[in-house]
């Protein structure tokens, strides 16, 4: 469980100052949203707070305030073009190797596209220099074998999806699952999160034409129960195993506790925050997998 610290608040306001910087509107318009982020922090941000909950309630101020339905449209197709550039290499690369090679080399490529992100304050990245890691890597928590077991013993797997750029991996995962026979549920956002992958940017990578890619009806952060479409969430609940990216769906979903079924978790810690819950350095690499027992 991930309990808010007082560094989230000033992370969440550097990220959305960030934001507000990149956007073509008046100076005095961005004070004037920025006001009222600050203000909904100031009557919201306490001790019982869920980080996620606080992230995405400013950054829909953002979005109504400045009129930017997508602020990270533009990086969003940047990051989606750059990783498609890697996955035809990387699919030729992995056409030997044998199922469960192939798939601990997928994970591992997974979790190392949950370095591509702009959502934490303080953290920058180079694709390249992030995927010429993927040979020497580590790993800090390794549940990459458990997650193999489950997976071969699973007949539907559903995948929540994180950042742009990093779900071009993803996609590679999910093929190999489905191609291995699995009923695989893809879920992603229905509005815009920061530069997380819409349903609708999904869509256009093709997550459809193998899996099952279903949207949330939402724009939050993680899957928050009363605004995710009830079909939606039928679906989460009664898979055998979850793959869950990225911080934002590891701070809720072990905060709030919705899925009692195994959910294995690909991230990389990017904050102290995270890294301290985990026990890991920051920039750790995590495969965790929770509710283990009497998985499948």
Known sequence: MVKIDPACIPCIITV??????????????????????????????NTEANITRLATQTFRILKELSGYRDPYANEKEKANKVALSFAEKIKKEITPYEVKEKLCFLIKLAVLGNALDFGVAGYKYDID????????????????????????????????????GEAVFDKLLVDELVDLGKRVVVVAKSGSFQNDITYDEALRLGFH????????????????????????????????????????????????????????????????????????????????????????
């Open 16 to 45: 959305r100052t960030r934001e507000l910087r990149e956007l073509p509107i008046r100076e005095q318009k961005k004070f004037h949203i920025l006001r009222h982020i600050l203000k909904y922090l100031a009557s919201y941000a």
């Open 129 to 164: 220099k992030i995927l010429a890691e993927i040979d020497t890597m580590n790993i800090h928590i390794d549940d990459t074998g458990i997650l193999i077991q489950m997976i071969m013993k699973s007949r539907k797997i559903v995948y929540l999806l994180d950042n742009a």
């Open 209 to 296: 034409r193998k899996a099952i890619l279903v949207e949330t009806g939402s724009d939050s952060s993680s899957i928050f129960p009363e605004e995710t479409r009830s079909k939606v969430l039928n679906e989460i609940l009664s898979a055998d195993v979850v793959i869950a990216k990225g911080m934002a769906h590891y701070e809720h979903l072990t905060t709030e506790r919705i899925i009692r079924k195994p959910v294995a978790y690909l991230l990389k810690a990017k904050c102290e925050v995270i890294a301290r819950d985990l026990s890991v350095p920051v920039g750790s690499y995590i495969v965790k997998v929770e509710n283990k027992i009497g998985s499948c």
